[in-house]
């Protein structure tokens, strides 16, 4: 009897950045999470990450053509946009966020957030469609030299 070559499914994710991003629903509200695998981990800050030293600093920037980047670097508490992290399985780590735009009620699954760069201290990720801010329409929010 023949073998049947099993394949996976084209739209199935390679092997992935490690870094993921997922809304999650308490008593006190929505929130979104961002995990850290600790291969991911080893990757960014070339060592793995311990929650009691080291947090995360998130940054979106709102710009058309920008809003589907999240920039991540790794800083110390000391750092006044630091977000802590909790130790999570197999040396992983996350955070917990407030929601940056409107969601719909409910969970959405973990997914993973591919690289698309970075510059020296941060790293850029893309974020799925539902975490991208609403862009800032032109003109609004710039410097008056800039119109």
Do not use: Y
């Not at 957030?113 to 800032?136: H, I, Q, Y």
């Amino acid at each position: 009897m023949p073998l049947i070559a099993v394949r996976p499914l084209p739209s199935a994710d390679k092997a992935g950045t490690g870094v993921s991003i997922a809304l999650g629903e308490t008593r006190a509200g929505q929130h979104i999470r961002i995990g850290l695998t600790e291969a991911a981990a080893k990757k960014l800050a070339g060592r793995p990450l311990d929650p009691k030293k080291d947090c995360l600093k998130l940054s979106i920037n709102d710009d058309a053509g920008k809003n589907h980047l999240l920039a991540i670097e790794i800083v110390t508490s000391k750092d006044p946009q630091a977000i802590p992290l909790s130790s999570g399985p197999r040396g992983g780590v996350s955070c917990k966020v407030q929601c940056w735009r409107q969601v719909p009620n409910g969970k959405l699954p973990s997914r993973q957030m591919a690289e698309v760069g970075g510059n020296g201290a941060s790293t850029l990720f893309k974020l799925p469609e539902w975490a991208r801010p609403d862009a800032r329409p032109k003109g609004a929010g710039g410097s008056l030299m800039e119109r």
